[in-house]
């Protein structure tokens, strides 16, 4: 998300950095290039004219435009606006004072709902809540077999009724069914239309008073830009909102529902989806989000990925075989293995700072191919030449790279690359990396 956006406005600031002093005229010309690029970006009309009206009024203190470092000072304030744009602060989800918390999912069909409650229930429990699925859209055809199948796969109980049940009798059962499980979260995947029309609100609104959740969250695809604004201000105003999630935020390149949506309904947002994963949604926190369209990174976003991913036990395994010089391609396929678990390589390397502005070079699509020959490359290997490569010769090459269906070439480069990852884990583990880079792996 935000990958056009990230680029425009890194190449603003950069002029901008590239002057040295500012005039009034030099700032606004970068708004006038950040109001493009934001439009562009399908950002909502209003929230660009808000947005730069408060960042002009602040850039052009005196004490903005007469500090050392002008540009560093703007971009601080740009960063600081956005934040507010996008919420400030995170929104975490409300629980009742007793269990258990009712949670009605509503929205169009499309948006990805009903696995997006799945998603929910999965995030839930992995941090230590008993939730209960309800399948309660009886609308849509296979609503409630997909639900069904979606629990299955996280292994989280789902409720039905037979066929022809009420979603409010459906709703109700699942009331009682939460108490005798004892589970202390109840989400309800509710109906859905193609459109916002007067009976769809009226059959969510009704069920609503009768439930009383304390969530009211509207599952809503980013990639309808404007129509995401729309359809969440219709739903605010006549359901009543206590939250958002926006889902398939990593097919928006443009971003443009995220940074208006939360400014326009008021509503905050408090999950984006990322992917098809069950694991694939993300609590929204503003200023991570501010930081990456800024092409700043998000250090702490991916410090959590690599906590939740990497298998402890067998990373102090890998470590302590660095550590002694005995790190071999077996551990070179398992970190290999753990990074894919995390997502795609332009998804972390945008989460890195710096790297956001080289993912158009580095990254064209196929390194999920590249991924996948370099297992099968190591796979083909006896576990004698996993543990050393350097007996692998000329015939050992030509073997394994008809075993893994690629070539000699191929088998070389990724010696070649096992080696460099071997030197440079070696110099981590002895302390010997450049000092400025020591530091902040010890930070890290």
């Not at 609104?205 to 201000?233: W, Y």
């Not at 678990?341 to 699509?365: C, Q």
Request: glycine share 6%; net charge positive; hydrophobic share 45%.
């Amino acid at each position: 998300m935000f990958e056009a956006l990230t680029q425009k406005i890194s190449k603003i600031f950069n002029s901008l950095a590239s002057r040295g002093k500012l005039s009034e005229k030099d700032v606004d010309e970068a708004l006038r290039q950040i109001r493009l690029a934001l439009l562009e970006a399908d950002v909502n009309f209003r929230v660009v004219k808000s947005f730069l009206a408060v960042v002009r009024e602040r850039a052009l203190t005196a004490r903005v435009l007469e500090s050392l470092t002008p540009a560093q000072q703007i971009i601080k304030i740009v960063n600081e606006e956005l934040i507010a744009v996008l919420g400030k602060e995170q929104s975490r989800l409300m629980a009742a004072n007793r269990p258990p918390s009712v949670a009605m999912l509503v929205g169009l069909q499309g948006s990805g709902k009903t696995a997006t409650v799945a998603k929910l229930a999965a995030h839930l429990k992995q941090s230590g809540q008993r939730p209960l699925l309800v399948a309660a859209d009886t609308r849509r055809p296979a609503a409630i077999e997909q639900l069904v199948k979606l629990g299955h796969q996280i292994d989280i109980p789902v409720f039905t009724k037979e066929k022809g049940a009420s979603p409010l009798s459906i709703c109700m059962g699942a009331m009682k069914r939460a108490d005798e499980i004892a589970a202390n979260w109840v989400l309800i995947d509710t109906q859905g239309r193609l459109h916002v029309d007067e009976i769809l609100i009226a059959e969510l609104a009704q069920l609503k008073r009768e439930i009383k959740p304390v969530e009211t969250l509207l599952v809503v695809d980013a990639m309808t830009g404007q129509d995401a604004v729309n359809v969440a201000e219709a739903f605010n105003s006549s359901v009543g909102l206590t939250g958002l999630i926006l889902t398939k935020t990593d097919g928006d390149a443009r971003g443009g529902a995220a940074l208006s949506i939360r400014f326009v309904t008021g509503v905050s947002i408090k999950f984006i989806g990322t992917g098809e994963k069950p694991s694939a949604l993300e609590p929204f926190y503003p200023e991570r989000m501010a930081s990456r369209i800024l092409g700043m990174g998000d250090v702490m976003t991916l410090i959590e990925k690599v906590e939740k991913t990497f298998d402890e036990k067998k990373a102090k395994q890998v470590v302590g075989r660095i550590r002694t010089a005995t790190f071999s391609l077996d551990d070179f396929l398992w970190q290999l293995r753990q990074v894919r678990k995390m997502g795609t390589l332009a998804e972390l390397m945008e989460m890195m700072p710096g790297f956001s502005k080289l993912v158009p070079a580095m990254v064209n699509g196929h390194e999920e191919d590249r991924l996948k020959k370099i297992e099968a490359i190591v796979l083909s290997m006896t576990p004698e030449e996993r543990y050393s490569p350097a007996i692998i010769n000329g015939s050992r090459k030509r073997r394994i790279a008809r075993g893994s269906g690629t070539n000699s070439a191929d088998v070389n480069q990724l010696i070649s690359q096992f080696y460099q990852v071997q030197k440079f884990t070696k110099m981590a583990a002895s302390g010997t990396l450049p000092k400025d880079l020591m530091g902040t792996l010890r930070k890290r």
